[in-house]
């Protein structure tokens, strides 16, 4: 046990003794520092781009904050003489789907309609899946609200003043999702806040109780739908060539999907 502890001591003292610098050895430190400048050199390029890259990035953000941020507008008791922001809507928000798809899909929808929630539910997203997303069928939504659901038009203004903002989607989907709850008392805003960002909910606020426009957009919804002999929700149109078929209101999928293979298999 004794030799191989001297054995490892030796060892130990073998290899520190390579690390000494030979007797004669004498620091050069112009020598050392001409050997580090290329060095130096590297690093500092190195910095450079680094520093330039972290400017840009940060430039970038504050672009895109500078574009993303909300205008201001005025809230206050002194403003009622402030005109309501009016923001571009982002296309026609209550479309999908290809233009050119050849055949053209209109629901006619009351968000206060049973009914209306559950092909939310169970027809549109295999219809969007299997017909939209794949360039077969253009989707319109018409809103058409049924005089025995008292809140069905705010619901549509409040649906449409989210599309105005980019929140279509987002506030279709809540208003379905919590029908039960706000076709009770009319809460609507209540059930719509939690679920869309702050200041895009100012907004639709500020739209739902003064922008005639949005009435305008279910007015139009509404003579369509008078012309097609909509008497119940929901319904749904199909459009080809110019020429408009309305499928009986609560079609399931399955009967859906068969009349539209149809009639892109005669086409």
């Not at 490892?8 to 073998?14: A, H, I, K, M, S």
Request: charged share 20%; glycine share 6%; proline share 8%.
């Amino acid at each position: 046990m004794e030799n191989r502890e001297d054995n490892l001591e030796q060892w130990v003292e073998g290899r520190l003794a390579a690390l000494q610098p030979p007797s004669d050895w004498q620091p050069d430190a112009a020598r050392a520092y001409t050997a580090l400048r290329p060095f130096d050199k590297r690093m500092k390029r190195l910095r450079r781009k680094r520093f330039a890259v972290a400017a840009a990035f940060a430039a970038a953000c504050l672009a895109a904050l500078l574009v993303k941020a909300p205008k201001a507008y005025c809230a206050g008791p002194g403003c009622a003489n402030q005109s309501v922001p009016q923001p571009a809507p982002p296309g026609n928000f209550k479309q999908s789907g290809a233009p050119d798809a050849p055949l053209t899909c209109e629901i006619y929808s009351d968000y206060e309609c049973p009914a209306c929630a559950n092909a939310f539910r169970d027809v549109l997203p295999l219809l969007i899946l299997n017909f939209v997303q794949t360039g077969k069928v253009r989707l319109v939504h018409r809103d058409f609200p049924m005089s025995q659901h008292p809140y069905a038009r705010l619901a549509a203004r409040y649906a449409n003043a989210a599309g105005m903002l980019g929140e279509y989607d987002a506030a279709v989907a809540q208003l379905f999702r919590t029908q039960a709850a706000w076709s009770a008392n009319g809460e609507i805003d209540a059930q719509l806040a939690p679920m869309l960002p702050p200041a895009a909910m100012q907004q639709i606020r500020q739209l739902v109780n003064s922008d005639s426009a949005l009435d305008d957009g279910i007015a139009a919804d509404i003579s369509q739908g008078r012309e097609d002999k909509i008497v119940s929700t929901p319904t749904f149109v199909i459009v080809s060539n110019g020429h408009r078929e309305k499928i009986p209101p609560g079609s399931s999928y399955e009967l859906l999907k068969g009349y539209l293979d149809e009639l892109l298999k005669a086409r």
